[in-house]
């Protein structure tokens, strides 16, 4: 096996790869990268690098495997677990028959990677968000807001800010709690708008339905939908905002 260390042929195919990736033939550039780590000596970043093809082609186990060999390599590389967690929050979800406890396993699975993300990494704010999220899916109401309250700092943007003040007060009035009345006016900021790729709204959307099938108090699971359709309307695309008005 080849070293990657100033490799002209190994350089040609990355090149090739990349060209194939913006041509939206992604199958084609993964097979590049599985030639390319059967030739060369593994490394980070091809590692990284095909375990997102894989995850966008629907490959989340060989995902997985790759960012578990990077970790081997990189164990304070904070992407590394912010991109495996997502990977296992992913393939759980294309799961939905899972039994309650199986559930319960996997989204620890998922939580301890996010946490070891913010640890390496506290400015990570995609990965504090993802962790306060996976706390409500757990029904953890007090870890969700523990988290929430610690990631303020590194939660620079208004969009993760909008975001932010969904889940905390999704979780806070889940818990029955008073709502922090700076995020709730947040949600009401119309200005801020969130396009289809600024977060995933399914596991939330499941997280509902749950709540509701296992007789959550209609007072309070009224007050989270209104929360969520509020969330929802800053959405420009259609098809989400139309989930909103569905409820």
């Given at each position: 096996?080849?070293?990657?260390?100033?490799?002209?042929?190994?350089?040609?195919?990355?090149?090739?790869a990349?060209?194939?990736?913006?041509?939206?033939?992604?199958?084609?550039?993964?097979?590049?990268?599985?030639?390319?780590?059967?030739?060369?000596?593994?490394?980070?970043?091809?590692?990284?690098?095909?375990?997102?093809?894989?995850r966008?082609?629907?490959?989340?186990?060989?995902?997985?495997?790759?960012?578990?060999?990077?970790?081997?390599?990189?164990?304070?590389?904070?992407d590394?677990?912010?991109?495996?967690?997502?990977?296992?929050?992913h393939?759980?979800?294309?799961?939905?028959?899972?039994?309650?406890?199986?559930r319960?396993?996997?989204?620890?699975?998922?939580?301890?990677?996010?946490h070891?993300?913010?640890?390496?990494?506290?400015?990570?704010?995609?990965?504090?968000?993802?962790?306060?999220?996976?706390?409500?899916?757990?029904?953890?109401?007090?870890?969700?807001?523990?988290n929430?309250a610690?990631?303020?700092?590194?939660i620079?943007?208004?969009q993760?800010?909008?975001?932010?003040?969904?889940?905390?007060?999704?979780?806070?009035?889940?818990?029955?709690?008073?709502?922090?009345?700076?995020?709730?006016?947040?949600?009401?900021?119309?200005?801020?708008?969130?396009?289809?790729?600024?977060?995933?709204?399914?596991?939330?959307?499941?997280?509902?339905?749950?709540?509701g099938?296992?007789?959550?108090?209609?007072?309070?699971?009224?007050?989270?939908?209104?929360?969520?359709?509020?969330?929802?309307?800053?959405?420009?695309?259609?098809?989400?905002r139309?989930k909103?008005?569905?409820?």
């Amino acid at each position: 096996m080849k070293e990657t260390v100033d490799c002209p042929e190994l350089v040609t195919l990355l090149q090739q790869a990349e060209l194939l990736i913006d041509a939206d033939r992604l199958p084609d550039a993964l097979e590049l990268y599985d030639q390319t780590l059967e030739r060369y000596r593994p490394a980070i970043h091809l590692l990284q690098r095909r375990g997102w093809l894989r995850r966008l082609t629907g490959d989340l186990d060989g995902a997985i495997s790759d960012y578990d060999n990077a970790i081997a390599l990189s164990p304070d590389d904070a992407d590394l677990y912010c991109n495996r967690g997502a990977c296992l929050a992913h393939r759980m979800s294309n799961l939905p028959e899972l039994d309650r406890s199986t559930r319960v396993k996997c989204l620890a699975q998922v939580i301890d990677n996010y946490h070891a993300s913010v640890e390496r990494d506290p400015g990570n704010a995609s990965a504090w968000l993802a962790l306060v999220e996976a706390h409500l899916l757990q029904h953890d109401w007090d870890a969700a807001i523990a988290n929430y309250a610690l990631c303020r700092p590194y939660i620079n943007t208004d969009q993760y800010r909008l975001v932010r003040a969904w889940l905390g007060c999704l979780a806070m009035c889940l818990a029955g709690d008073a709502i922090d009345e700076e995020d709730e006016a947040l949600m009401h900021d119309n200005r801020i708008k969130l396009q289809h790729t600024s977060w995933c709204v399914a596991e939330i959307d499941s997280l509902l339905d749950e709540l509701g099938s296992d007789g959550c108090s209609n007072a309070m699971l009224v007050n989270a939908l209104e929360l969520h359709r509020l969330f929802l309307d800053h959405f420009i695309d259609k098809a989400i905002r139309r989930k909103a008005t569905a409820e």
